[in-house]
């Protein structure tokens, strides 16, 4: 089997041969599949109870077989049975990128052969790329049993066609290839302009898709020529499927509008900390128990009790053996609620995500503000083509603009009292026009550029950390 999927493929779709490969790892997927599909059955005990068998699975390994801990465990005076539940991990340090990097050969399992480790960096679309190691196939295969689970609860089937919004690069004058046997249309994000959409438009309506998956601000674009153009949404598409970005507000409501179907949001990283996604019932974050421990850090450096209370993610992952990363730092956002879903699973939940640390504004006194709740569909952004803020100094913010050939200085006037009334007294609003805005390298749009440190102490009781 393996030797014929090397003959093949050279010529083969680079995706499709890294979804072949998987093939040997069909084992692992099925069993953790499986187990997804008794687990969201589960009590809230029996989810405990998974819980504090996997995590001291975990640090009884990462203590005996990985340098980095067992030399962390002793300067604190610990061994693993110090930590009986999750609610413990706060008797081990956070675990930063910086410390990732510094520590990455003392962070490998020393009972995997070299062969087991996968070498994987972050984009870095929001910082420094982060390198790391998933477990050779395992990891991957593993990845799509969570992702399988999480698509079924829009009705996704392995094989229903769907069109990728994504960062993916294809040949020079290629705007999209085919992957998973013709099942997927991956179409390139970064050759998406107001002269190709049309082709990609049409293209898309001719394969008929049953789901487009996507980042967000890759689909808006879409979304926003369609509207601005009266062209008719695609009848068979039955949902938008939303992830590698916060899905904001306003996005969620552009798209529902353009496409006239369900938005499904999903929030994980690269480094396979944390997953959470959407259910049937609701858009609360529904987080994977058997995935990893997700604690919220508030400025105090401990954990936030309050329903309704902000802060970063914390995560720890109960299934990367090969590179254990426990007490991650993400430098995510999140809001916590103690409700229960209606769909009837017992997972803790997320009330939102608002974003990473840098997705912050910092005003004139030093209080942040999240750019979730800009509204970039009122009239004020009528005559905007493309934007992206950017800020290197406290109070005072551009807002890089691409003008639509409709744009006047009126626009201006309105955009400026419009950001004013919504970020207020302490922040600076400064136009500048340009004639594009880059994508980063995974081809994603960003909203702003964030050049001053934020961490998790900045924020102030107002965001009830």
Known sequence: MISGLRRWAPSANPLTVKALSLV?????????????QQSQRWSREDIAAYQAEALSHLLDHAYENVPYYRRIFQEHNLVPGDIGSPEDLTLLPFLTREIVQTNLPDLKARNYPESAFE?????????????FYYERGTSR?????????????????????CVILRGHVVDVGTYWRWALFGRWLIMSSHQMTEETLPVYIDRIRRFKPRFIQGYPSTT???ARYMREHEIEPFPTVRAILCGSENLYPWQRDL????????????YGNSEQTVLAGECEEGTHYHIFPEYGIVELIGRDGQPVRNPGAMGEVVATNLTNYVCPLIRYRTMDVAVATENRCLCGRQYPLLEKVEGRLQEFIVTRNGHLISITPINYESDA?????????????RGEL???????????????????????????????????????????????????I???PITIRDFSTDHSM
Request: proline share 3%; aromatic share 16%.
């Open 450 to 452: 964030q050049n001053l």
């Open 255 to 266: 798209l529902t509008e353009t496409f006239g179907c369900r938005v499904f949001s999903w």
């Open 381 to 393: 952004f009528e005559n905007i083509q493309h934007f992206q803020m950017y800020q290197e100094e």
């Open 24 to 36: 040997p790892s069909y084992r692992t997927y099925r069993q953790m599949y499986t187990l997804l």
């Open 220 to 222: 808006v674009i879409l």
């Open 398 to 448: 551009i807002m890089k603009i691409v003008r639509k050939p409709a744009y006047t200085g009126k626009d201006t006037e309105k955009l400026i009292r419009e950001l004013q009334w919504q970020l207020g007294d302490e922040v600076n609003v400064h136009i500048r026009f340009v004639d594009a805005i880059p994508r980063t390298r995974g081809g994603k749009f960003r909203y702003l």
């Open 119 to 131: 070498y994987v960096r972050t984009s870095g679309s929001t910082g420094t790329p982060m390198g």
């Open 141 to 161: 295969a593993r990845e799509w049993a969570f992702m399988k689970s999480l698509w079924d609860r829009v009705g996704y089937r392995f094989t229903d066609r």
